[in-house]
T-cell receptor
Framework: GENVEQHPSTLSVQEGDSAVIKCTYS??????FPWYKQELGKGPQLIID???NVGEKKDQRIAVTLNKTAKHFSLHITETQPEDSAVYFC??????????WGAGTKLIIKP | ETGVTQTPRHLVMGMTNKKSLKCEQH?????MYWYKQSAKKPLELMFV???????ENNSVPSRFSPECPNSSHLFLHLHTLQPEDSALYLC?????????????FGPGTRLTVL
């Protein structure tokens, strides 16, 4: 079955700098890769996703890249702001239409 | 707000108690999920319901019993839990079981088992 690895577990960046979070997956048949953001006291919320027929997708300061050959995808956040501080989860959709999740990355934005 | 509500937000129970978690979605979705979230671990899928029918049960112990009376409501009945069951329990909904990929999460119930 699908397995998703996420790194790093904690990432601390200076406000205004960029942050990159990486995930790898094991099942080459997976075709949908979302990223969720979880703020304190809330459930995860989708921030961006990508399907296997594209290599990159951008939405303002966030972008996701996908390398199908290497089976990894990454979240890029530019010009980080204090409100970007949260836990970020990557996921991959398996053949049963279920999401297999990474362990999460706690992003800390230093003022 | 995401349109998914969960009650209670916090629950402390002893190992011999029986309690229930409730989830309600106001999005008109047909699929609902229970997840267990433990610190620094991936979300663990527990149960999936599609049109009120259970479609997934990921080897969850029988001390957890789900109930889905209609497409808008989902319950998780708890009895004789163990301390290792302490976690955040998240409910989510999705438009359709095999399409509409986005899952909408409630804020979770923080469960502590003494």
């Amino acid at each position: 079955g699908e397995n998703v690895e996420q790194h790093p577990s904690t990432l601390s960046v200076q406000e205004g700098d960029s942050a990159v979070i990486k995930c790898t997956y094991s099942d080459s048949a997976s075709n949908y890769f979302p990223w969720y953001k979880q703020e304190l006291g809330k459930g995860p919320q989708l921030i961006i996703d990508i399907r296997s027929n594209v290599g990159e997708k951008k939405d303002q300061r966030i972008a996701v890249t996908l390398n199908k050959t290497a089976k990894h995808f990454s979240l890029h956040i530019t010009e980080t702001q204090p409100e970007d501080s949260a836990v970020y989860f990557c996921a991959a959709k398996d053949s049963n239409y279920q999401l297999i999740w990474g362990a999460g990355t706690k992003l800390i934005i230093k003022p | 707000e995401t349109g998914v509500t969960q009650t209670p937000r916090h629950l402390v129970m002893g190992m011999t108690n029986k309690k229930s978690l409730k989830c309600e979605q106001h999005l008109g979705h047909n699929a609902m999920y229970w997840y267990k979230q433990s610190a620094k671990k991936p979300l663990e899928l527990m149960f999936v319901y599609n049109f009120k029918e259970q479609t997934e049960n990921n080897s969850v112990p029988s001390r957890f019993s789900p109930e889905c009376p209609n497409s808008s409501h989902l319950f998780l009945h708890l009895h004789t839990l163990q301390p290792e069951d302490s976690a955040l329990y998240l409910c989510a909904s999705r438009a359709e079981y095999n399409s509409g990929d986005t899952q909408y999460f409630g804020p979770g119930t923080r469960l502590t088992v003494l």
